[in-house]
């Protein structure tokens, strides 16, 4: 019986998972894959990125050398990609369900790719420094 409530229970998680990945992708088409989400501001790079159930873009292009932003965007976000952690700076925080949270970064040297991730590695996103 209890093996059966078990697998019962794993099943669900998994179908959960699925249908997170599903939309996800789903999103990424919305914005097109890789947004123009790279402006420049007071001489510092601002990469903007949207978490809500997962982050948008998961890859932006942007500059090496320069200082940088990443801007994280909320708008009603309760999941877990709200704890953003990006392990190459040692940065852990938690965004407001709604706001906006600056999160600064030193230049990047070409050919740097940041990873960024939720607090349980389940959404990731990227900025490529060329
Ligand atoms: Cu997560």
Do not use: H
């Amino acid at each position: 019986m209890k093996t059966i409530t078990l697998s019962l229970l794993a099943i669900l998680i998994m179908g959960g998972i699925y249908i997170a990945a599903q939309e996800s992708s789903y999103q990424e088409e919305a914005s097109g894959g890789s947004a123009n989400n790279v402006t420049m501001e007071d001489g510092k790079q601002i990469v903007a990125i949207t978490a809500k159930g997962g982050y948008s873009p998961k890859v932006s292009s942007a500059k090496a050398d320069i200082p940088t932003i990443i801007r994280m965007k909320t708008r009603g976000a309760f999941d877990c990609s709200s704890s953003v952690v990006i392990p190459s700076i040692g940065y852990q925080g938690y965004l407001p369900p709604t706001g906006e949270t600056n999160i600064n970064i030193p230049a990047q040297k070409a050919g740097t790719t940041l990873q960024g991730m939720c607090g349980m590695g389940m959404y990731r996103f990227q900025i490529q420094f060329s």
